[in-house]
Nanobody, 112 residues
Framework: QVQLVESGGGLVQAGGSLRLSCAASGTISSINAIDWYRQAPGKQRELVAGNTSGDYAESVKGRFTISRDYGKKMVYLQMNSLKPEDTAVYYC?????????WGKGTLVTVSS
């Protein structure tokens, strides 16, 4: 089985920073396959940081960075210079044997 658990969300003022974490466990061969999505209120879920270097949503390029700790099997999303439009539920995700697995999400709220 695959388990993904996000943490680190919260309320932050515009211009601030947050670091989201995704703890991976189960039948995952490589955490390199884990990527980050988000879903803002009233909008479709979108890829924010992919599992390929440089694969970021245009709106977050230069502000968000994905990183991985292979020893801890953790994937992080460092979010800097946050904007109100970054407000969303953030999810980590992996495709395993053709099936998508999602964490339950962590809410990020950016106030102006």
């Amino acid at each position: 089985q695959v388990q993904l658990v996000e943490s680190g969300g919260g309320l932050v003022q515009a211009g601030g920073s947050l670091r989201l974490s995704c703890a991976a466990s189960g039948t995952i061969s490589s955490i390199n396959a884990i990527d980050w999505y988000r879903q803002a209120p009233g909008k479709q879920r979108e890829l924010v940081a992919g599992n390929t270097s440089g694969d970021y949503a245009e709106s977050v390029k230069g502000r968000f960075t994905i990183s991985r700790d292979y020893g801890k099997k953790m994937v992080y999303l460092q979010m800097n210079s946050l904007k109100p439009e970054d407000t969303a539920v953030y999810y980590c995700h992996i495709i395993r044997m053709g099936i998508s697995y999602w964490g339950k999400g962590t809410l990020v709220t950016v106030s102006s």
